[in-house]
């Protein structure tokens, strides 16, 4: 009898997730959160973290890393995932792209990885047990769209609708949603449902949606499955958009129909989406793309930093103890990165994290206080550039080069000075900025630089490494 329930699927399972316990207990499993709006650089963050872990881990590269640095780094590998229904993370086509000198693709699911860091530790209990450790660290990549879909979950339909016709009738997106806001204004919403109407201003919706993103390059896009359906493409539930508020609407009219698929796209797939990966998350990062929200102007910026200011406050912070920390884990330390910073000088970097630091001073100030640790810092998970010194005029200038993607050469550019902090519309410069996008750069003897990468395991991972 014994025997039979010990080899069950579910005294398999009861064992596997005892053991997941203890080692969150033991403080040799965490699960990272990696969080940025879409094309912020999560994929290109997760696989140069992977590879510099398994691949390049030396001291020459990872300076700043105290595991390595002390040489109590064993090895690091890529090991199985414990939730079975997910993709695993293209590591392998990620790392290959970046050695053909492209960039990963975008992400279109939800995908997951695991990594192994096995290490001596330096003195304490974990030294006492046993003379190596492995810290077991889970990571999730995902559509940066779907994460916008988050300040949904604190509205219904009524709410939703009007803070979506608010932006439409605002600029920049005005101009290009006119036609859709007299669509909408011209029927009856009370009346009986027309399926094929609905459809059709569903797909009307979903074209400026797509506009507002690649051609506007705006953050606050929902529903964020209908940039990036995932498994839903072409299901009703995705069919509907913001509504002038009918106040009687009976059952089987057009306003009740829309608002019956936003409240169960709200409730099966944004809530399910956050219910499952999104909670229990011990450390996190935001990547953040200041340099490219400061070259498409003023507006594109101010919308970048209240989408993230929003969406922090869909994570659990603060600090917590052996108990906690096995049943309700929180976020006791926050990266806040700007990413790509491989496209400014590096004297520049001081003004990228200044800039940073004060998009999200209140949300720091707010969690500090609650004692959650927090650091923000200019990095590149993958350098496309190198840095030049350039002679003009008798003058040395501090430039970049790199393959331009625009051009496809190479090209020497002498990079804009970022902002110290966010500017006004009249203090914005009359030209803007511009920042030139770079074909990644694997160097002559096939290894991937980063900046600051080191600082940011350190950061993140130091103190469970110890
Ligand atoms: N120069 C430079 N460019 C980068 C870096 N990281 C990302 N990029 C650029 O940013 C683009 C988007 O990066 P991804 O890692 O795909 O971004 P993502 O957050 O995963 O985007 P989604 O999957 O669409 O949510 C890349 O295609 C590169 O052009 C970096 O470290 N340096
Ligand atoms: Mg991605």
Redesign the pocket.
């Known amino acids: 009898m014994f025997s039979s329930l010990k080899n069950s699927a579910t005294f398999k399972q009861y064992q596997l997730q005892a053991q997941q316990l203890l080692q969150r207990g033991l403080d040799q499993h965490i699960k990272l959160a990696v969080t940025g709006l879409s094309r912020s650089g ?2 290109a963050f997760i696989t140069a973290l992977v590879h510099h872990l398994t691949e390049q881990a030396t001291k020459q590269n990872l300076p700043f890393f105290s595991v390595i640095q002390s040489e109590r780094l064993i090895a690091a590998k890529t090991v199985p995932q414990s939730e079975l229904d997910i993709t695993t993370f293209p590591y392998r086509d990620g790392i290959n792209s970046l050695k053909q000198g492209l960039w ?1 693709s ?2 279109e699911r939800i995908n997951t990885l695991r990594i192994a860091i096995k290490y001596r530790p330096a003195s304490g209990l974990r030294a006492q047990i046993s003379e190596t450790q492995t810290l077991l660290i889970d990571l999730i ?4 769209e779907w994460l916008m879909d988050l300040p949904m979950l604190e509205l219904n339909f009524a709410s939703w609708s009007w803070q979506q016709l608010e932006l439409l009738n605002q600029s920049p997106r005005l101009q290009h949603a006119e036609a859709f806001l007299n669509h909408i204004a011209a029927i009856d919403w009370q009346g009986p449902v027309d399926e094929q109407q609905l459809t059709e201003l569903a797909t009307e919706y979903q074209g400026l949606l797509r506009k507002f993103k690649d051609e506007l390059k705006l953050s606050v896009l929902q529903p964020g499955r209908m940039l990036m359906p995932g498994d839903l493409a072409g299901a009703p539930i995705l069919a509907f958009f913001p509504l002038p508020e009918v106040t009687q609407a009976e059952e089987g009219s057009m306003y009740h129909h829309v608002k019956t698929r936003y409240q169960a796209y709200v409730k099966e797939v944004v809530q399910g989406f956050y219910q499952q990966h999104f909670s229990q998350f011990d450390r996190q990062i935001v990547l953040v793309d200041l340099l490219d929200a400061l070259a498409q102007g003023h507006d594109v910026f101010n919308e970048q930093t209240q989408a993230i200011n929003q969406l922090i406050r869909h994570f659990s912070y603060g600090k917590s103890n052996f108990i906690k920390r096995l049943f309700q884990p929180k976020i006791d330390k926050l990266l806040f990165a700007a990413t790509k910073s491989d496209h400014l000088s590096a004297h520049h970097h001081k003004d990228l994290t200044l800039l940073l630091d004060s998009i999200i001073s209140t949300a720091k100030n707010d969690l500090i206080f609650d004692g959650v640790k927090i650091d923000t810092m200019a990095m590149s998970s993958v350098s496309a550039t190198t840095p030049v010194m350039v002679e003009q005029k008798g003058e040395k200038l501090s430039c970049i080069r790199g393959k331009e993607i625009a051009s496809n050469q190479l090209m020497t550019y002498l990079p804009a000075q970022p902002p110290m902090r966010p500017l006004t519309v009249q203090e914005w410069p009359q030209h803007g900025f511009q920042f030139p996008a770079f074909y990644p750069d694997v160097g002559s003897n096939n290894g991937i630089r980063h900046i600051r990468l080191d600082h940011v395991m350190e950061f993140l991972l130091g103190d469970k490494l110890k």
């Open positions: 999560k994929t990963p975008s992400t990549d995902y559509p940066g």
